[in-house]
């Protein structure tokens, strides 16, 4: 049995509630889009993707199911002919809700809702989070070298031979990084962090911020860089993802700068 | 019906209403356009979520 909606109805009554749904649902398959406050669209969704559940069995007792609800033929027959084959793979999930700015007039939280026709790729999700986490083992074993290279600091040949054998491609900028370490106070990660000034700027040279709290790096780039409060500085993005800080955003901002 | 046994105060009202506070909005930098918006909101100026673009979303200063 379904869980029981929380709350009170949308309109003021049960029947009125039906009807809002049914013509939201109507607005929804007639047009793949729609704008609505972000309550309705939340109850439509549900109410919406049970319907193009019924769409996919496509029988004439599902169609019947359907026209209960849905009074306009023609909006029937699109959903059952245009919009079901889009979502045959699909197991699941066939609306998205994105939130927008809230209405002027009486500032509702207002919201889009629409149905998700693009071809369904099912392994996305997971082949993402895999990549992520054998590059979040890379940074963590290429961090536990660098604060070994610190200490022995003089034998800058042996501690790129290791970093070499497992990525590439940051075996240049750490061999770069090395000798400039001496001159300017260590930030505690590695030869190109720096602690921020007494005002809490940046020391000269040093332009990317490092958040301790989420050991993440923001360079100039970033859209967060603003309101990031340093704890660290770094000379560079490569020298913040030695000390083992990630880039923010995920995976996706990941892919852009590299 | 039940009404007030006294007057109140100005004193009572005022320091009542002095509770009243506005916080500031959270706001973050637009990833596609810089702008400053709410997080997990559409952009007001350029109107991207997640790299999609929502031609509902977009404000000017003088529409809702």
């Given at each position: 049995m379904p869980t029981p909606t929380k709350g009170p109805r949308l309109g003021g009554g049960p029947a009125h509630e039906r009807l809002i749904l049914a013509n939201l649902a109507t607005a929804l398959f007639e047009h793949d889009q729609i704008t609505t406050t972000e309550a309705k669209a939340k109850r439509l969704r549900p109410y919406a993707e049970r319907l193009i559940t019924f769409a996919k069995r496509g029988d004439l007792h599902a169609r019947r199911r359907v026209m209960t609800v849905i009074r306009d033929?023609?909006?029937?027959?699109?959903?059952?002919?245009?919009?079901?084959?889009?979502m045959a793979e699909r197991p699941g999930g066939y609306t998205r809700i994105?939130?927008?700015?809230?209405?002027?007039?009486?500032?509702?939280?207002?919201?889009?809702?629409?149905?998700?026709?693009?071809?369904?790729?099912p392994k996305k999700a997971t082949v993402k989070e895999a990549e992520a986490a054998t590059r979040r083992s890379v940074k963590e074993q290429q961090a536990v070298e660098e604060t070994e290279v610190v200490d022995a600091a003089e034998a800058p040949e042996e501690e790129t031979e290791v970093v070499e054998a497992e990525t590439t491609e940051a075996a240049p900028e750490t061999t770069e990084a090395a000798p400039e370490s001496d001159e300017t106070a260590d930030g505690g990660y590695g030869p190109d962090s720096a602690a921020p000034l007494e005002d809490g700027s940046a020391p000269e040279g040093f332009t990317v911020k490092g958040n301790a709290g989420s050991m993440k790096y923001h360079t100039t780039e970033s859209q967060w860089y603003d309101q990031t409060d340093a704890e660290v500085w770094f000379r560079t993005a490569e020298a913040a993802e030695a000390a083992g800080f990630v880039a923010p955003g995920g995976a996706s901002k990941d892919d852009d700068k590299s | 019906m039940a009404v007030p046994k006294r007057?109140?105060?100005?004193?009572?009202?005022?320091?009542?209403?002095?509770?009243?506070?506005?916080?500031?909005?959270?706001?973050?930098?637009?990833?596609?356009?810089k702008a400053p918006k709410q997080p997990h909101i559409a952009c007001p100026s350029c109107g991207t979520y997640a790299g999609r673009h929502y031609g509902t979303a977009e404000r000017t200063e003088y529409q809702g």
């Open positions: 033929k023609g909006v029937v027959h699109r959903l059952f002919t245009e919009v079901a084959p889009d994105t939130k927008i700015a809230a209405r002027k007039g009486d500032n509702a939280p207002m919201a889009v809702i629409e149905l998700i026709r693009e071809p369904y790729s | 007057k109140m105060s100005r004193s009572n009202t005022r320091s009542r209403r002095a509770n009243w506070k506005a916080s500031a909005t959270t706001l973050t930098a637009c990833p596609q356009c």
